[in-house]
């Protein structure tokens, strides 16, 4: 079903809630110094931009570091196991430095506080948190830090919604001067049957397209080089509101922006339209790199994991997007041990990475998530047969990379420069439009720039190269 409109939240509430930053800023007794840990995707990182905006408007300042912090918090991820327990382990670990320092205020917040019951779970067996939201009520943390500190009282506010009002204008502290995330949606509706993100990002929410283009071209006007545009599925965006334009569409409006790099994640494989190849290969901006994850190669792992396209098709569309953009770089997500994944199955997924020749592929290993279908699936794959398969399959893929990457050699690439290498001040290092890292000799002040840079060798995960003129 469609909405009639974008589910902005009023422009009061936001006016509110910047009134309370202020308020806080104005406090005496109050924290002074920051520290974001963030786990998970994009989307979270983005998310932490936006509590460092919001913690810069309330008068703080990034402490030095998370030893030295008065306010810590930790921006969660729950997607796999090891991501939770990765930022619970964490958060006890400030538990002794709270014994040090009872003045040391402590916050979690993001997906892992979405989950069913994780409030209770906060209170109860983490009582040296402070305070605790989930993702849906991210802009009303001025409002919830206020209380915290105010009441001297533990505040956990869970928003159980599954359609959160889009927050417009936020401050947003940008990790980088060049780089910037736009998101274009939030949520997710497809329901793959092992993921936990739709039910702690809730249903498919686009932004009104004006926006987001009014934000492109103040970033551009801000001197943003590259722009990556954020949702779990941006091939749906738009479809939620009445009148909205599409994804393909928008990507063409955003072209006319002029920023030199669009990048965009995540492409669902089932919604790659034709329409949104020709844009790419039209387009002046948008980079020749694709992130389509396909999960696995057997048509009945996909069946049963809810992605609605099988292996000929995504191979079909693989073939659709070369024959238009014939140097696009592919990479993908993969998943090894799903709930009755046979050897024969396994081998499906390492022949189809074969058969696509990706640039590089994020591999996982199947971790069942409480209340998603998989997880109550039977045949769960032991451990050990899961490791055993997630190496051959990272040993698949590490040779392919190395193949394509020597293919490299001998092109010039357009390298945006990001840093100096850490191991030696005359080495910088930027990535090319096929979001490789190639490390080059240079000098400083071609940081924030793009740069020629003829590859010269391929390494295990990046380039090098010499600049040229
Ligand atoms: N929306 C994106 C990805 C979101 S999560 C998409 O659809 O592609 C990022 C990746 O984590 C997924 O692509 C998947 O490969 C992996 N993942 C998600 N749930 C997982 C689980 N329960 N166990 C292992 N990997 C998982
Ligand atoms: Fe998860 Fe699937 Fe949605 Fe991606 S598309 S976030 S894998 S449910
Ligand atoms: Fe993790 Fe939430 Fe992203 S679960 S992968 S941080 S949307």
Redesign the pocket.
């Known amino acids: 079903m469609k909405r009639l409109e974008v589910l902005e939240l009023p422009a009061e509430e936001i006016a509110h809630q910047k009134a309370l930053m202020h308020e806080f800023a104005a406090m005496e007794n109050r924290p002074h110094t920051y520290c974001v840990v963030t786990y998970g995707c994009q989307m979270n990182a983005h998310d932490s931009e936006k509590l460092e905006g919001m913690l810069t408007e309330m008068g703080m300042t990034k402490a030095e570091s998370r030893e030295t912090a008065d306010f810590v918090i930790f921006n969660t991820c729950c997607v796999r196991d090891n991501a939770q327990r990765r930022a619970l382990g964490n958060v006890v670990w400030l538990k002794e430095l709270k014994k040090e320092r009872p003045e040391l205020m402590v916050a979690v917040c993001g997906c892992m506080m979405q989950q069913k019951g994780m409030g209770e779970q906060i209170l109860r067996q983490y009582p040296f948190v402070d305070l605790a939201f989930g993702t849906h009520n991210l802009y009303r943390f001025a409002q919830l830090m206020l209380q915290a500190v105010k009441s001297r009282c533990r505040v956990v506010e869970v928003l159980d919604e599954d359609e959160g009002s889009i927050p417009e204008d936020l401050p947003v502290r940008r990790s980088s001067p060049h780089h910037a995330y736009i998101t274009i949606m939030y949520g997710?509706?497809?329901?793959?049957s092992?993921?936990?993100?739709?039910y702690v990002?809730g249903r498919e929410r686009s932004r009104a397209s004006a926006r987001i283009i009014e934000e492109a071209r103040a970033l551009k006007a801000d001197g943003v080089k590259e722009i990556m545009l954020l949702g779990?599925?941006v091939n749906s965006y738009g479809l939620d509101v009445e009148g909205e334009i599409s994804f393909a569409q928008l990507l063409a409006q955003l072209d006319e922006v002029g920023i030199e790099r669009i990048r965009f994640m995540?492409s669902?494989p089932k919604d790659i339209s034709d329409e949104l190849i020709d844009v790419i290969a039209n387009s002046r901006h948008i980079c020749h790199a694709l992130h389509l994850?396909v999960?696995h190669g057997s048509n009945r792992v996909l069946v049963s994991m809810n992605?609605r396209y099988t292996r000929e098709q995504y191979l079909a569309r693989v073939a659709a997007i070369r024959e238009k953009v014939p140097d696009m770089s592919l990479t993908t997500d993969l998943i090894v041990g799903y709930p009755g994944e046979t050897e024969e199955e396994f081998e499906d997924t390492c022949s189809l990475v074969e058969a696509v020749g990706y640039d590089s592929a994020f591999t996982f290993i199947y971790s069942p998530r409480i209340g998603t279908r998989a997880a109550d699936m039977p045949d769960q794959i032991p451990e050990e047969v899961s490791s055993r398969r997630i190496q051959k399959l990272i040993a698949v893929q590490k040779a392919i990379t190395h193949r394509n990457y020597a293919a490299y050699v001998g092109q010039v690439h357009e390298v945006l420069v990001d840093e100096a290498s850490r191991r030696d001040a005359h080495q910088m290092a930027g990535k090319n439009a096929y979001n490789i890292t190639v490390n080059f000799p240079g000098s400083h002040d071609l940081i924030g720039q793009i740069v020629r840079v003829k590859i010269t060798s391929a390494g295990e995960s990046t380039l090098r190269g010499e600049k040229i003129d």
Do not use: D, G, K
């Not at 997710?188 to 793959?192: D, M, Q, W």
């Not at 092992?194 to 739709?198: A, F, H, L, Q, T």
């Open positions: 997710c509706n497809n329901f793959c092992y993921c936990i993100v739709p990002r779990q599925n995540t669902h994850p999960q992605r």
